[in-house]
């Protein structure tokens, strides 16, 4: 297993990796559409025809490839450029296939090391309140609950 830098769909490894990693950020919507549904009924997550709808300006990815040459994991994230830096964790998916099998450590490690040598003080995430095994996964690496969103129906 290794882990590449992803700058920008277009880039060598963007392209390289483009169909793989459009298929898994498609399987994580298909997932958490489930889990944003049991949670409070509503649509969401859904899925995308191409990376550059959910790549925004500064975004970057931290892409788990396998020994075949395949993408099976990846965090895209962003960090602050002004002020105490910090970096934020925009989508994090491992595959099914290949979970409880270091990837998803080896992936919070590389994006925590590239934020420690950009200046961040401390990354952050949303996760969904339902998503109990998401929600252990990150306890287990230190995060911990600072904010709560807080939703009404319109």
Known sequence: MKIVFVTKPNSPYGKKYYADLLGLHNKLYDDQKIKLA???????????SKLEEVWGEGT????????????????????????QRFLWVYNFFVDESVRSQG???????????YGKSKGCAWMQLNVLGNNDRAIAFYERFGFRTEYQDMVKEL
């Open 38 to 48: 049991d949670l409070n009924g509503r649509e969401g997550f859904n899925q995308i």
């Open 60 to 83: 970057l990815c931290a892409c788990a490839v396998d020994d075949r040459g395949v993408a099976v994991g990846f965090i895209t994230f962003g960090y602050t450029k002004k002020g």
């Open 103 to 113: 990837v998803g450590h080896e992936l919070i490690e590389a994006v925590e090391n």
